[in-house]
């Protein structure tokens, strides 16, 4: 799948996974969509949506990490997230009926751990 960056930012359709997990740790929530044109105007139409729960070890894992870890957990994690990451890219394609070839990006922000947002006062 690899793609030349410059020859895909002009095309005017391009296919994209996203990845994303939150701070409810339950899984991965991977979407394959067609994304159509530039800028404000750009059209997203959803092809396929998968929600891949994660195992009760790994979310114990995850859980661990707010709480009390090494660096060894984290680089741990860091692959094991990873290898799970690439599992729901992968059943996200391949239930699309698309091939790998298909798909121009995957996009994902990694597992959110702990999430504060600053307080405003109105």
Do not use: R, W
Not at 10 to 39: H, N, P, R, W
Not at 68 to 84: T, V
């Amino acid at each position: 799948m690899s793609k030349d960056l410059q020859s895909l930012s002009g095309k005017q359709e391009k296919v994209v996974v996203g990845l994303m997990s939150g701070t409810s740790k339950d899984g991965i929530d991977a979407a394959l969509v067609k994304l159509v044109g530039f800028g404000l105007s750009t059209k997203i139409d959803l092809i396929h949506f998968i929600s891949l729960p994660y195992k009760k070890e790994i979310k114990a894992k995850l859980d661990k990490l707010t709480k009390e870890c090494s660096l060894k957990d984290i680089s741990d994690l860091n692959f094991i997230i990873g290898d799970e990451f690439s599992e729901a890219a992968q059943k996200v394609i391949s239930e699309s009926g698309l091939s790998f070839n298909d798909v121009d990006l995957i996009g994902s922000h990694g597992q959110t751990v702990y999430h504060n947002p600053p307080s405003y006062k109105a």
